[in-house]
């Protein structure tokens, strides 16, 4: 994926320096330790193996907080489509390990919500960033 094609789709796409699994445990580490629900984590590797079919490991964790999202649902109820917040993380042929997450400012902009709700999302970028970091 590019760089302009991330921009317009709304995905950030950062290089994550540990294991699909390690990454997705340190997230959801520091996820906890603010009270942030985890309401998922989907193994894609696993449930493809189940099927008899192989695939390179990616897993996805559905996280968020009412407190945060409520807002977004009730300025505009089809912001429900974009939350809980998603982050994926899967490792690529050449075993880079990325992680990815839309954009806070691409779902205010999709549902027409007031700019001043980016921040609801915004949070939880340092604790993305952090759990993608060496």
């Known amino acids: 994926m590019n760089a302009s094609r991330e921009l317009e789709s709304g995905i950030r796409k950062i290089p994550a320096h540990h294991s699909v699994a390690e990454t997705l445990d340190r997230l959801t580490a520091l996820l906890n330790e603010r009270g942030v629900a985890i309401f998922a984590r989907l193994d894609f590797q696993a449930d493809a193996a189940k099927n008899g079919l ?57 549902h027409g919500l007031p700019d001043t709700l980016a921040k609801n999302l915004a949070a939880v970028i340092p604790l993305l960033e952090k759990a993608a970091a060496e």
């Open 54 to 110: 192989s695939m390179r490991p990616e897993q996805q964790l559905i996280f968020g907080n009412p407190k945060a999202g409520t807002p977004l649902m009730v300025a505009n109820p089809a912001a429900a489509l974009d939350l809980p917040l998603r982050a994926i993380c899967w490792q690529e042929e050449d075993s880079r390990t990325w992680l990815a997450y839309n954009d806070p400012v691409y779902v205010i902009e999709r």
